[in-house]
DNA sequence: AGACTTTTAAATGTCAGACAAATAAAAAAT
DNA sequence: ATTTTTTATTTGTCTGACATTTAAAAGTCT
């Protein structure tokens, strides 16, 4: 893990890269202390802020962890389920912010995802997981709920069907998907009726989930998804009619900028 | 995003979520140029090393990109699907190979969620995916292939078969699951005979997909993984039993040390 | 005037040395 | 033997400086 070419730009990146190198083949395992910052800068032959930066670009990817004090230094870090959901998410999250990713993409992705919990989760979820959606249907049907409010209610309650499956791997995949779609979701207006579809919908996937009957609960999703769909494809038109209409009526009229 | 408390440790944390939250929020927008070192170390009223090691922190999640040189600086990246692959990867197999999760649990998680990619890819691979699959079929049944060759090609193949879904957003949440498993098949001694057969339903699940058969695709896939999770059952369980045999013999002559 | 070359300024990348703060181990005192 | 004090180590931060890159401004020549 002594790479470095004389190549003196990104001198950090390079140090970051081949620790990194280091820990994901082994050569450095969890909980081994890595040398001082002092005696990294002697080894790779930099400055000590120039090591520094390197070690704040592994904490960032939570792959080392610092600890002050005698005997303190960097340490390598287990990656815990919870910092790799983050991680996760936040990804998942850009990745369709920034990419002009359609919502229907996003949507498909998701739901087909979930279709493979499906047939997991209705064969081992627990009586938590269950009460868990139950709740959540409940929330939802209450009136007077904001929009807001009622996507962070779908969001718990396809995270406890994900979760239902017992597969932490799956549960982790399934994370970004499910909570990345939420801003997306956010954007949508739900109507009453709507909203009375989708909790009927959801009280039908969780009666599939609890008789154990995961095909089922996959064609429950299916329907789900068609909604989702059609819904925002109404609300996208919607918008666009708007948004064409003020284009119009703001030709003769061009005082707005920026 | 100017929240700073006077709690003078972790600075460059606190600084670097700052503009996290700017960045995930919207108020900053993709390349949109972010002020420079000395403004922001003004700003935050921290030295400017401070903000460096916040700003490799930002680098280091591919949410930023720098450049040197007049008008130069830190711009809002554009997170690439490119760039959110490998991070989706490495997150992946650093989860499963410092969490001790089980085969099995990873097996399931992969075949599960590559399942729900059948139907789609059935649907609408090109001929390109399909030519790719085939050729790894062919390169996975010719002898003298290493095992790693051919876990590479197997990874190939289930990538194929994963783009012909043709949505993206799948292609990113699946690179991670299929990537991360190799270390894991890479421990796996694949004789002649268990290769055949997985060359055979290889096979199966090409023609499934390319006679538009996404069931049958699906049902190649679950064969699959129970001839995985067999072989691995089988390589495991005759290595624990070499282990306890040395841990016998070494019981009387207790000379090896770490 | 227009095209090319040179200079300049701004920004990141790196370095050196220093001090503050935290922390655990060693030393000292009770 | 236990508690307290000291000490050494290590990270976190600051100040100031120089090198390098790069685009724009200034200058020069045709």
Chains 1, 2 share one sequence.
Not at 22 to 47: K, N, T, Y
Not at 49 to 61: G, I, S
Not at 157 to 167: M, T
Request: aromatic content about 4%; overall charge negative; glycine content about 4%.
């Amino acid at each position: 893990m002594k790479i470095d070419p004389k190549n003196p730009a990104d001198l950090s990146a390079q140090i970051a890269h081949a620790i990194r190198d280091a820990i994901v083949s082994g050569e450095l395992i969890v909980d081994e202390r890595l040398p001082s910052e002092s005696e990294l800068a002697q080894q790779f032959q930099v400055s000590r802020p120039t090591v520094r930066e390197a070690l704040k670009r592994l904490a960032a990817q939570s792959l080392i962890r610092t600890q002050r004090g005698a005997s303190g230094g960097a340490f390598v870090k287990r990656l815990s389920y919870e910092d790799a959901y983050t991680q996760q998410i936040t990804t998942s999250t850009l990745l369709l912010s920034m990419n002009e990713v359609s919502f229907d993409t996003a949507c498909e992705a998701r739901y087909a995802l979930e279709r493979a919990c499906a047939p997991l989760s209705a064969e081992r979820r627990s009586a938590d997981h269950l009460a868990t959606m139950r709740a959540e249907i409940f929330r939802q049907s209450q009136p007077g709920l904001t929009d807001e409010a009622f996507c962070a209610s779908d969001v718990a309650f396809h995270r406890a069907l994900v979760d239902g499956a017992g597969n932490p791997v799956l549960s982790y995949q399934l994370a970004g998907a499910v909570e990345a779609m939420q801003p997306l979701m956010n954007m949508i207006t739900f109507t009453a009726r709507s909203r009375e579809r989708i909790v009927t919908l959801h009280a039908r996937i969780a009666d599939a989930i609890e008789a154990q009957d995961g095909e089922d609960a996959g064609h429950g999703l299916s329907a789900l998804e068609s909604e989702t769909r059609a819904l925002a494809q109404n609300v996208f038109a919607a918008r666009a009619l708007v948004a064409r209409e003020r284009e119009v009526n703001s030709e003769g009229s061009p005082e707005d900028r920026t």
